[in-house]
């Protein structure tokens, strides 16, 4: 018995994304989810090189920035973590410098970033780089599975999801539970 089988011309078995539709944190863990990308806590570094933009955390800024989002003369996009910081603070950095590319890349090709959570941003930039950061590192499904498995402790949440007790307490915040000292 014979099979007729569609002919497939020119289709690759890669599978390809559009950058320009990765503008949500919802699209961007469902690209590093295809992807193959940890998740929990987020391979920040690995979407970065999946999106085509390299990570240097070599840089020796000053103690006040965190980092340096910038596309150069060949429209290729770099993350400039401050070598000084903590690694979380630099999961942290580097998140919200994906937010910069994935919301706001089309505005201007650099985006230089203070320390975050030092006082109210004002910025609505910044402010949804920083809302896109703790989206994408701290996911609100994995959030409340967390709490349902009763760890409540800021300590070991902000250990499991990579990212200073700050960050956890402004997304605990942000969800609307209560945080405590």
Not at 45 to 54: C, D, F, H, P
Not at 55 to 66: A, C, G, L, R, T
Request: net charge negative; with cysteine.
């Amino acid at each position: 018995m014979g099979m007729i089988r569609k002919r497939r011309f020119g289709v690759s078995s890669e599978k390809t994304f559009c950058p320009d539709l990765i503008d949500t944190s919802e699209a961007l863990l469902k690209f590093a989810a295809d992807s193959d990308i940890k998740l929990c806590p987020l391979n920040v570094r690995e979407v970065a090189k999946k999106l085509g933009i390299s990570v240097m955390s070599d840089s020796p800024f000053d103690e006040e920035i965190s980092g340096i989002l910038e596309k150069d003369e060949n429209d290729q996009w770099t993350i400039r973590v401050n070598a000084h910081h903590h690694p979380n603070r630099q999961r942290y950095t580097i998140a919200h410098e994906l937010g910069h590319y994935c919301l706001h890349r089309h505005q201007k090709d650099i985006f230089k970033d203070q320390i975050f959570f030092r006082g109210l941003e004002r910025s609505r930039v910044e402010w949804q780089a920083n809302t896109f950061a703790g989206e994408i590192l701290m996911p609100e499904d994995q959030f409340r599975s967390f709490l349902q498995e009763d760890v409540c402790d800021i300590d070991e949440l902000a250990k499991r999801f990579q990212v200073s007790s700050l960050a956890l307490r402004v997304r605990a915040s942000e969800l609307g539970f209560q945080v405590s000292d």
